[in-house]
């Protein structure tokens, strides 16, 4: 672990010790809190600058858009990433920008917290139970209804998945609404979604014809990924191969590349970059299956709403795996290289 990290870690450590208790101060939500209150602005806040943490919030977002359709929706993110992956979305109002990195652009970050102190809302919703700024500005926003994150008892002993970084915030929201008296929801989670218009599928699908240049289907193959997340050169090369020997004869098999141009296979496949989100999302939204390693990528093939298969090094599927549209997180510490591709045939033959 390189020192940076290690100081980022134990800042995480100290900050979340010091914030975990904010909020426990508010009662839990009942009818006589809520019966007043009409919920049209909505403040939902994720301060993480990382496309993966982006695009995990929008199931939070189309559930508040489903529940309050006539709502506007501020969003309190990091970075500048957010406003690709919510450019289709209606309901969003203002997308509050934080600096990445607080110290280089001090009276922005600032005036960001400020804004949020003047502005009063119906209703705030962190997005991340682990977030100490998240807490902070949670408590900070002026709003009667305030949704800090934490899981409740009644919805862990309810849903075996409520550990999934996507999914607990929906059911959170759902909790403490049931506790205002709104119906009990209990319709499909949203799936991570990036509202491709069809133009956009339409140009994804010219991309992608121009590179494969025939009419088969397409498997799309993604060997990046950060530390020990990341798999070697050795285990894509014979995992490749195994690709290519079940598969090529019916698929097409191409690689999507990160900005760092780096392939763990050697550029063996056709392959394609894009820095646009959106057209990276629109391509991949015309192939098959997507498979990767644990990466912001990963997410936005989820997004893309196209079956993503994502390999584990590390135990932690049940947060951050890929679900819905026959989406798959496999563990390949306990899958083999022959298992995973087996999953993989499986999606592939399912019936539409």
Known sequence: MSFKSWVNQKRRLVMNALTKRVGSSYLE????VGKNIIIKKVLI??????????????PLVQEVEN????????????????????????????IYQLPRKPFSNLFK????????????????INGD???????????????????????HKDIQARYD??????????????????????????????????????SEISNGKQVLNNLVK??????????????????????????YEKLKDNFSDTYNIIEMLPIENISKINFKAPNFYSKDIREMGAIIANTSIFIAADNGVMHLASAALIPT????????????????????????KVKSQEDCITSISSILNAPI
């Open 161 to 198: 998945d409520y550990l999934h970084i996507s999914k607990y915030p929906v059911y959170n929201l759902r909790w403490y609404l049931s506790k205002l008296g709104y119906p009990e929801n209990n319709n499909p989670l949203p799936v991570l979604n990036l509202k491709l218009s069809v």
């Open 129 to 151: 139970k682990d977030s100490s700024s998240g807490r902070l500005l949670t408590n900070l926003a002026k709003a009667p209804l305030k949704v800090f994150g934490d899981v």
């Open 214 to 239: 025939n009419g088969k289907p397409t498997i799309c193959i993604y060997t990046n990924a950060t530390g020990n997340k990341c798999y070697s050169e050795e285990w894509w090369e014979s995992f």
């Open 67 to 94: 529940t309050f359709p006539e709502c506007e929706i501020d969003l309190f993110v990091k970075g500048g990433v957010a406003y690709p992956v919510f450019e289709n979305y209606p309901s969003i109002n203002k």
């Open 29 to 32: 939500p009942t009818l006589e």
């Open 45 to 58: 806040i994720r301060p993480n600058h990382r496309l993966g943490n982006q695009l995990l919030t929008t």
């Open 309 to 332: 298969v994502g390999l584990f090094s590390r135990d932690n599927q049940a947060i951050y795996g890929p679900y819905g549209n026959g989406s798959l997180a496999l563990h390949t």
């Open 109 to 124: 970050y600032v005036m960001c917290w400020v804004s949020i102190k003047r502005k009063r809302y119906d209703m705030v």
